[in-house]
């Protein structure tokens, strides 16, 4: 893989969305939120809004269904890590000039700040994979059905969800199978029986499912489910071992918002590093 001199490497919603997370919803612990996110700048506000407004629009109940039925056969393609990786990178948007970091060097970062802070070689994993699932936009999903927070579908969509209100013009809203806390669920079913919205966590987590500790799939599985892993919401779906889950969620986070790092991590240099990490633990090729 060579490192790329892409200055954008993302699609403006994608980047607008991650901005907004990290600087307008969930900034740094201890820095102050801006007063109202709504207020967020334009264009970037109207592109966050109108994410949003798709995403909480059709990510229905039966939405997520088709879609686990299309992808989840993991059929579409064969690719090592490195391909994976690669592919992710083409990735590009050349209409937003102010992206400094590509998708590699994104996760690269991530990875970094976790093996800087002596965490064990499978959480670095899953630093360098977490957003693999991106890939989805290549397969020529939208980027509501990629990115953003996730959230259960089939039963009501909690008020802590950003933008809640866009959630009006979705046909669940209204429809009493769906729209009651509990909704097609049982009290404490446990998160993996939920249906949550369609997107590249619950996707990535299908494709590593069964080559990586528990820990590290619950951090690939959950890490957009900000309603729960930073609102507390939804714990009458979880069970115990969820509960006992989160904390490695919550632990995965910080690095995935806030490792921008002003001295951007050298690929070529640390590539062998990272081969080791992979054949360690993952085949030679994933199923995507
Ligand atoms: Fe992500
Ligand atoms: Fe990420």
Redesign the pocket.
């Known amino acids: 893989m060579k490192p790329t001199n892409k200055k954008a490497a993302t699609p403006d919603a994608m980047q607008a969305w ?1 901005d907004f997370v990290e600087q307008q919803v969930y900034p740094v612990p201890g820095a102050k939120a801006k007063e109202d996110y709504r207020n967020y700048d334009k264009p970037a506000r109207d592109t966050v809004r109108d994410f949003y407004q798709q995403n909480h629009r059709y990510q229905s109940f039966d939405f997520v269904q088709q879609k686990r039925e299309e992808y989840l056969k993991l059929d579409r393609k064969r690719l090592s890590v490195f391909d994976a990786l690669d592919f992710l990178n083409t990735l590009v948007d050349d209409s937003d000039p102010d992206i400094e970091l590509d998708q590699l060097q994104h996760l690269l970062q991530t990875s970094e700040a976790i093996r800087t802070d002596g965490h064990p070689d499978w959480f670095v994993l899953v630093g360098l994979l ?2 693999l ?2 890939v989805l936009c290549l397969f020529g999903e939208p980027q509501w059905a990629v ?1 953003g927070d996730t959230f259960p579908t089939g039963c009501e969509y909690s008020d802590r969800i950003v933008y809640h209100e866009f959630f009006a013009a979705n046909p669940d809203f209204d429809n009493t199978r769906y729209n009651s806390r509990l909704g097609v669920y049982q009290k404490n079913c446990g998160l993996r029986n939920v249906q949550m919205s369609w ?3 619950e996707y990535l987590y299908h494709v590593l499912k069964d080559y990586l500790p528990e820990p590290a799939l619950y951090m690939i599985r959950y ?2 489910f900000y309603a729960w892993h930073r609102e507390g919401e939804y714990d009458w779906l979880c069970d115990d071992h969820d509960r006992e889950m989160l904390s490695w969620v919550q632990n995965f986070n910080p690095y ?1 918002l806030y490792s921008k790092s002003p001295q951007p991590p050298n690929w070529q240099e640390l590539r062998p590093y990272y081969t080791g990490l992979i054949n360690k633990y993952l085949p030679t090729e994933l199923s995507f």
């Open positions: 991650e977490h957003d699932g991106k990115v997107g590249h966590d890490h957009s995935d």
